[in-house]
C-alpha cells in the first residue's frame, strides 16, 4: 500500500519520543502512535525512520539500499581507528565474496556440534543460579552464556574471555548514533577496537602458525577457487562474531525470559508442553526485539511508501515496531509462544534482518536461547523478578543491564 506525500506531510507534526529513558522500560506504546501516525517520520538528522513492517521488509530485501554507509548516518566524521569493515557494512559484490567464505567455516554443522557444550554450560549456569537463589540474571546467565560459546568457538581462551567482554561492551555502546555517546563513550571505543585489533592478529597469527579445532583456524583455511582471506578480512570477521555474536544473544536471553515471567500463563503452557521451545524462542525475538533498528542508504532514486528517495538519502528501519505492526501480526502485543508454532502463514519478525544480510548466527542464538528454555522446564524453575530493572543505555540493541532475580528449583532432573 501506498501512502501519498500528503500523509506525510500531515504528520510531520508527530512526535517520536520512544527512545526517551522514561519509554525503555515499554517503548511499544509509543512506536504504534507514530506507526498509525505515519510510515516515514523525517528526523532533525534529515533521516527518515520508517515505521511499518511492509516497508522496513521491502527495504531491506532490495539491493538499491545500501548497508555499506551506516557509519556516514550514525557516526559522521569518526576518524575509524584501524578496525577493517566488516561484511556486515559490505555491499556486493564485496558482501557476497566475504559471506560465502565466512559461510565455509562457521556452518550450520559447525552450530550443531555446539550443542553438548552449550547443554553443559547452561547446565552450569543454572546449577549456580538455583545455589544463589537471588541474583541478577546477565551475569549469571543472559553475558556468560553466548560470551562463552562464541569466545570458545573462536579459540580464545577462557582467562581473556573477561577482556573480549569488556571491549565488545565499549563497541557495541557505540553503535548507537553518535549524538547520543558521551566524550568517554567515544573514546572507549576507539580503544576497544584497537585492542580487538592487537589481540586477534596476535591470536590470529598463532593459529596460522599451528592451527586448532577452532573457528579461526577453519577461517584461515577456507578457500574458494583460489581465494582467501586476508588478514584484515579475517580480523573483522572475528570482532564482528565476537560482538555480534553475544552482544546481541544477551538481550535475547534477558529480554525472553522477562517475558515468560511476565506471562506466567505462557509460561505454564512451555512448561505443560516443552516442544513449544523454539516456537517461544522465535516469538521472543519478535516480541521484544534484542535489535531495535538498522540503517540504509539509498544508492539511486527509488520510491518508499509514496516518498520518493534520492541517492544518498539515509532510512532507519525500526524492527521494534515492524514486530509489533497489526498489519504483519495479529494481535501483536500478546506474547503468544504457539504464534510460530501453528500458523505457517504468519510473517517471519525482523529481528534477524531480511535479504543478504539476514543474521549469520541465527541458529547458534536460537540453539542458545531453545536450551535455556528447556533448562528452565527440566528444573521446574519457579521464577520470579524481585527488584526494578535497569535497562541498558542503548537504542540500537534493546535490552537489560541489571536484572534482579529468583530462581527456586522444584525438579530434581
Ligand atoms: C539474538 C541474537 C542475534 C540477533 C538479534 C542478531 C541480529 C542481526 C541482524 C539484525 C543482522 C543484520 C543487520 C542488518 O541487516 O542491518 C545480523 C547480522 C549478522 N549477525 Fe546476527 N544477531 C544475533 C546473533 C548473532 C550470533 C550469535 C552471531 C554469530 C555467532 C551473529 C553474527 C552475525 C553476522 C556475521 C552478521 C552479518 C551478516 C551479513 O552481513 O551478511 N549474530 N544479526
Redesign the pocket.
Known sequence: MSVPDTEIAKTEAVTFDAFDPKHWPDPYPRYAVTREATPLLRTPLDVHLVTRYEHQAAI?QDNNWS?AHEAELFHPGVEHTDLPTS??WMDPPD?TRL?GL?SKAFTPRTVADLRPRVERLVAELFDKMVAAGEFDLVPMLAYPL?LTI?AELLGAPAEDHPDLQRWSHALARGFDPDPLLSPDERDARTQAAREFVAYFRELIGRRRVSPRADLISELARVEEQGDVLTEDEMLATCV??LV???E??V??VSNGILALMRNPGQYALLRERPELAAPAVEEM?RYD???HM?TRLALAATEVAGHQFDAGDGVVLLFGSANRDPEAFPDPDRFDITRYATDASVNRHL???LG???????P??RLEMETALRELVRRGIEMAETDELVYRPNLVLRGIKTFPARFTQTITP
Open positions: 531491506l548497508h561484511f556486515l558482501h559471506r565466512v553466548p562464541i564482528t562474531l555480534a555474536g553475544h546481541t544473544s538481550n535475547l525475538l526485539s534484542p535489535v538498522t529481528t534477524f534482518s543478504i544480510h539476514y543474521c549469520l548466527g541465527a547458534l542464538a
